[in-house]
């Protein structure tokens, strides 16, 4: 790994800013993977909506991802189920990053002045689990019983 050498009178560029920030994320990074590892710390539990049995809610929580990213979900997230046709689905959560804040450009243009860290909880039809690469971690598997949805108790989802 590679970070910036300040020193006094130094001409610093948008590109020692960004290698700066790049050196202390993929720094984090690696703490995460290497002492951490993958998986759900804490919350991010799943239950189906009883009310309409097609609305799966998230628990708000934190998870790492397998590049060491921190996912972290502040408030309940409700998912609809509609886009199953089968009878087994999963909910996975992934790391996101979104540029934000748009400002003027130097010549002319729109610059994102910010990146948001955030996650998208979605709808699978195959276990992220059985995949070495998977980009998100599989919160947990549901069946369809009866034609209603139910968490599968028997899926083990990867936690800390």
């Not at 708000?60 to 998912?79: C, K, M, S, T």
């Not at 999963?90 to 934000?100: D, G, P, R, V």
Request: with cysteine.
């Amino acid at each position: 790994m590679e970070r910036v050498r300040f020193f006094d009178g130094q001409l610093l560029t948008a590109q020692d800013f960004q290698a700066e920030q790049e050196y202390q994320m993929e720094s984090r990074r690696l703490h995460n993977r290497m002492l951490h590892g993958v998986g759900v710390a804490a919350g991010l539990a799943v239950s189906v909506d009883d009310g309409t049995g097609a609305v799966v809610l998230v628990s708000p929580g934190f998870a790492l991802d397998g590049n060491g990213n921190q996912i972290l979900v502040e408030v309940p997230v409700r998912i609809d189920l509609g886009i199953c046709t089968g009878d087994v689905c999963f909910i996975t959560i992934e790391f996101t990053e979104t540029a934000t804040d748009p400002v003027p450009g130097v010549i002319g243009g729109v610059e994102f002045s910010r990146m948001t860290e955030g996650y998208a909880v979605r709808v699978a039809m195959e276990d992220p689990g059985e995949s070495t690469n998977a980009p998100h971690l599989g919160l947990a598997r549901l069946t369809r019983v009866e034609g209603r949805w139910a968490v599968d108790q028997t899926y083990c989802r990867q936690t800390l």
